[in-house]
């Protein structure tokens, strides 16, 4: 007798709180905005809502006057049923250098603490030294860890290579593997090739992340489903599209269609939809939302750049009033990264790439400056380049100085409890302390504000009522 099919389960993580809410309108929504949705999230059947890490954290201080440490407590208060996720850049944590151990260790254990259940894990490079800490101390506190790829395309980027990286990170002990497409290039063919190649290495979940960006996203999500993934990300559909996520509802109502267990609830999930449009609506009406963001841009394909890195490029250009060197510097970007070993283009090497692509054409010499960032990618301070680094630019970044052997964090000094004895009497706990650790200028300012509130609070409560 033949054995009945068994029902294919694919799950969704919903990221209008963090991706499509950082790829659209810069990060900017306030958790005053979006509270009263999430006990509709919270039985949405999501398989986990991100929701903290990426930019939120930055965003949070800088622009927000937000504590991000109580902005996931109330995420956590909101949604007791839900898993909370967060996206992590290895070594970098939330910030844009690399922080000794110390610093890691207690950044994860304090995420988990004050309420996060998943953590995505990714290192620029690819450089698996610098997911190791967070992601051993992820897997002590109990968190589930989704090992992650950042995906790109190059020769030394083989289907081989990526799956051997996954049963790497499988053997590392991480719950799931995640591709992640930060540009949105994956064509159907490459995710249909890539998450089969994966699957037939590793017995754990496989999770794949991509942006609207170039139009391929629906498609190579339907494609990345038949070779067997897992869990897909989406955004709510008046969150979606363009720079962000392919829509929740759109997805899942395909699916079901086509036999596959989503999980999800449609009326919660209507529900969450007509929740955001307006807020959607209201950014678009005051400028936060640039229409332009929601359509499809087929540029990253044709020049193998990211969407967000082109527009970089035209800024520093218009900058420079150097409009004119635009083709130039595009042609001359895949040069840049092929001599640099060809890192995966996404922060901080879309940044270090884009600028000495420029710098090379408006000097009218190749590596004529070199940015202190990339002489410092030279030195190995950023971990191992997929490729080697082509050896004449390494001459011309560090004339005799021969790169760092081992992995940089391993010379950075604790710096904890200096941090903290500096703070005393202005950090109220120890997450005050990391928040400090990683943006010192910006939390500066926002305990400044903390405080001034705070005193006006005391001021309005203590006043004598006049009757
Ligand atoms: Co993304």
Redesign the pocket.
């Known amino acids: 007798m033949k054995k009945p099919v068994e029902t294919q389960k694919v799950m969704f993580t919903e990221t209008v709180l963090r991706?499509a809410n950082q790829?659209l309108i810069a990060t900017r929504l306030p958790y005053s905005k979006f509270a009263d949705i999430l006990p509709t999230m919270d039985k949405a059947g999501y398989y986990s809502v991100e929701c903290w890490g990426g930019a939120v954290f930055d965003v949070c201080l800088r622009f927000l006057n937000e504590d991000p440490w109580q902005r996931l407590r109330n995420l956590r208060k909101a949604m007791p049923s839900s898993k909370l996720q967060m996206l992590l850049r290895g070594q970098n944590l939330l910030g844009y250098k690399h922080y000794p151990d110390e610093i890691v260790k207690m950044f994860v254990e304090k995420s988990v603490e004050n309420g996060i259940d998943v953590i995505r894990i990714f290192d620029a490079l690819n450089d698996l030294r610098n997911i190791e800490t967070a992601t051993k101390t992820a897997i002590k506190c109990g968190a589930t860890v989704s090992g992650t790829l950042s995906y790109t395309q190059s020769p030394v980027h083989t289907l081989a290579a990526f799956a051997k990286q996954a049963k790497e990170m499988e053997n590392m002990g991480v719950a799931t593997i995640c591709v992640?497409d930060?540009a949105g290039v994956m064509t159907p063919q490459e995710a249909y090739d890539l998450i089969g190649a994966i699957k037939s290495e590793v017995k754990i979940p496989v999770v794949l992340?991509t942006?609207c960006t170039t139009g391929m996203a629906f498609m190579t999500y339907l494609k990345a489903i038949e070779a067997g993934v897992d869990v897909i990300d989406t955004a709510t559909s008046c969150f979606s599209g363009g720079t962000s996520q392919p829509a929740t509802e759109t997805l899942n109502y395909a699916l079901k269609q086509m036999g596959y267990d989503t999980g999800l609830d449609d009326a919660a999930l209507k529900e969450v939809n007509d929740f955001f449009k307006p807020i959607r609506d209201g950014y678009l009406a005051d400028g936060t939302l640039n229409a332009k963001m929601m359509a499809t841009d087929t540029d990253a394909l044709n020049y193998k750049v990211p969407g967000g890195m082109l527009s970089n490029l035209v800024s520093q250009l218009k900058a420079q009033n150097a409009m004119d060197k635009f083709e130039e510097v595009l042609i001359e970007t895949p040069k840049v990264r092929e001599d640099l070993g060809y890192p995966p283009l996404v922060t901080p090497m879309s940044q270090m790439v884009g600028v000495q692509a420029t710098n090379n054409v408006l000097s009218g010499e190749r590596y004529k400056n070199i940015s202190k960032e990339v002489k410092a990618y030279c030195r190995g301070e950023y971990g191992t380049s997929p490729a080697p680094i082509n050896p004449e630019v390494v001459k011309k970044a560090l004339g005799d100085e021969k790169p760092i052997e081992g992995r940089y964090a391993d010379t950075l000094e604790p710096v904890f409890e200096q941090t903290k004895k500096e703070l005393e009497g202005v950090a109220k706990n120890d997450e005050d302390v990391l928040s400090y650790i990683l943006f010192p200028q910006v939390t500066e300012k926002y305990f400044a504000a903390r405080k001034a509130q705070e005193e006006k609070i005391v001021k309005y409560t203590i006043e004598p009522v006049e009757e």
């Open positions: 991706d790829s992640k930060m992340h942006h």
